[in-house]
């Protein structure tokens, strides 16, 4: 971790700390449920079309990395920083997150023949830097163009590009483009427990559309500065948010919804999802001064990436790494052996499964508040 900077926190809106901070929280619960048999609906991806609660929250944070881009990028032009130090900061920063996610999918084990390239937090770097230098390059009427333009062009290429043996225009878990893709240039390297061999949800193609998801960000954070009143940004953030759903909803009557794929109805959709939310949370906090209710939040969306990383770590060693011997000879993993004992032992599965989960985001949440409240905030 010695490549991050400690700094004071700058003044920002504080519906946008929440919001990662919400975003943050929701991936550490979904990502570390207590028993993976036993889950309730909306805490798990949907298995292929579709969406779930827990399938809008790659794309809030994407969209809120674009929100954040405009407001970091204006005040360090503001303040006279050159172009060449934005690019070298944005390097930096890329580089940090793409090892970090390479960090993760090779912890405990290290095994470079089946080290998985693709990753979350690899994805965030990758639009990150693209997203990044679209707006250091362009106003904001390209970056609505290019936002769209890669839905459209990830659109055809994904209904017109043929693969061997499948045809063109397959969106089924065999026989994708993306899953072809993958299954070339990354072969041996993609996620094991995706729908399909060869296949990654985080995989090549898909980043493209993924680049619109932080775009669109990119386009609120403009309006959010906009010299406008707050009704209007808030009454705007409504109205393309619903826009942008019903957008979403008739494109996926030729494109579905699907968060492996990224789909272009999916993009659209989770934005105006994300505009809905950050304009309620914009109206609650900012507006309207209800901010009591955010500090647990603002714990998280501080140090994100941090949080993110961290609790990731811990989880796979609890997995992989501690064991606890039993009777028998055997040994079962120390996340197992405090599941059983603390949670299943006097609970259904399902909410034994679910209260795991949300003591290991408690847990998480008291080791950053204490970094919280020594205003210590590890950025990249």
Request: glycine fraction near 8%.
């Amino acid at each position: 971790m010695g490549d991050f900077l400690v700094e004071k926190k700058s003044k920002r809106l504080i519906s946008l700390d929440a919001f990662r901070g919400i975003t943050i929280a929701s991936m550490i619960l979904v990502n570390n449920a207590g028993n993976w048999s036993a889950i309730y609906p909306p805490l798990e991806h949907a298995k292929w079309h579709g969406w779930t609660l827990t399938d809008l929250i790659f794309p809030f944070f994407l969209f809120i990395v674009g929100v954040a881009i405009v407001f970091a990028f204006s005040k360090r032009i503001e303040t006279g920083q050159s172009k060449k130090k934005l690019y070298l900061k944005i390097l930096k920063r890329t580089l940090i997150l793409f090892g970090l996610g390479l960090l993760l999918n090779a912890f405990p084990f290290f095994h470079l023949s089946t080290w998985r390239i693709p990753g979350v937090l690899q994805r965030i770097a990758i639009t990150y830097a693209i997203a990044s230098i679209i707006v250091l390059n362009t106003n904001i009427k390209w970056q609505a163009y290019i936002a769209a333009g890669f839905l459209i062009i990830y659109w055809i290429i994904m209904k017109l590009v043929p693969v061997p043996g499948y045809g063109a225009g397959v969106l089924d878990p065999q026989g994708n483009l993306c899953g072809f893709i993958d299954g070339i240039l990354l072969k041996g390297h993609t996620w094991m427990y995706a729908p399909a061999k060869g296949f990654d949800p985080e995989g090549l193609l898909s980043t493209i559309p993924a680049i619109s998801s932080v775009l669109f960000g990119v386009l609120t954070g403009h309006w959010l500065k906009a010299k406008k009143s707050n009704l209007e940004k808030v009454v705007m953030l409504f109205v393309v948010g619903i826009a942008a759903i019903i957008l979403g909803e008739i494109i996926s009557i030729w494109f579905p919804i699907n968060k492996n794929l990224w789909s272009s109805s999916y993009t659209v959709f989770t934005a105006g999802m994300a505009l809905l939310f950050l304009g309620m949370c914009y109206w609650l906090i900012d507006i309207k001064g209800y901010k009591k209710w955010t500090t647990p939040f603002l714990v998280f969306g501080s140090n994100a990436i941090t949080v993110y990383t961290l609790s990731d770590l811990l989880a796979r060693a609890m997995v992989y790494w501690w064991k606890i011997p039993q009777q028998d000879g055997s040994a079962i993993s120390l996340k197992t052996f405090l599941y059983r004992t603390l949670f299943e032992s006097w609970m259904s599965p399902i909410n034994a499964s679910l209260f795991y989960a949300l003591t290991y985001v408690l847990i998480w949440f008291g080791l950053m508040t204490i970094l919280y409240k020594k205003k210590i905030f590890i950025k990249i």
